[in-house]
C-alpha cells in the first residue's frame, strides 16, 4: 500500500478520533444552539436526544479507536494479527450499540434519517463480523506458513 495513503488516512483517523471528542464534550450546548435555532422538538426531548447521541457518540470514538489500532498494524506491515480479529469484533459489537440507540429513537422520534443510520451502522456490523473471520483464517494461515519454514 503506498505509504502516503497510509499516512493520510491515519490523519484522517486521528482527526476524527480527537475532533469526535471535542463534539462529544460540546454536544450539550450543540444541542442546545440547533434547539434555538433548527428545532423546538431539540430542546423538548433534549435529555433524550443528548442521552442517545452521547452513548452513540461514545460508541463511535470507540470504533474510531479500535481502526486506529488496526492502522498501527498496517504502518508495522503486520496486519494480519490476532488482535486485529479482536478488533474487528469488537467493532461490530459498538456498531450493534449503535444500531440499538437509533432503534430507540426511532420509536420516539422516527425520521429517515434515523432508519438510514440504523441500516449503515447494522452493515457495517456485518462487515465487521466477516472480515474478522477473514482476518482470523489469514493469521491461521500465516502461523501454520510461518512454522513450516
Do not use: W
Amino acid at each position: 500500500m503506498d505509504q502516503r495513503l497510509i499516512r493520510f488516512t491515519k490523519i484522517v483517523l486521528d482527526i476524527m478520533f480527537y475532533g469526535g471528542m471535542v463534539v462529544f464534550v460540546t454536544l450539550p450546548l450543540s444541542l442546545r444552539f440547533l434547539g434555538k435555532y433548527y428545532s423546538s422538538v431539540i430542546n423538548e426531548y433534549f435529555l433524550f436526544m443528548l442521552a442517545i447521541f452521547g452513548a452513540s457518540g461514545v460508541f463511535g470514538i470507540l470504533i474510531i479507536r479500535q481502526l486506529r489500532k488496526m492502522m498501527r498494524t498496517v504502518i508495522q506491515e503486520s496486519c494480519f494479527v490476532y488482535e486485529n480479529v479482536r478488533s474487528l469484533n469488537t467493532m461490530a459489537v459498538l456498531s450493534l450499540c449503535i444500531v440499538v440507540m437509533f432503534v430507540i429513537k426511532v420509536c420516539v422520534m422516527p425520521t429517515p434519517a434515523t432508519g438510514i443510520i440504523v441500516l449503515v451502522f447494522f452493515i457495517a456490523s456485518l462487515f465487521c463480523e466477516v472480515l474478522a473471520h477473514v482476518f482470523a483464517k489469514a493469521v491461521n494461515y500465516k502461523e501454520e506458513n510461518d512454522l513450516t519454514i
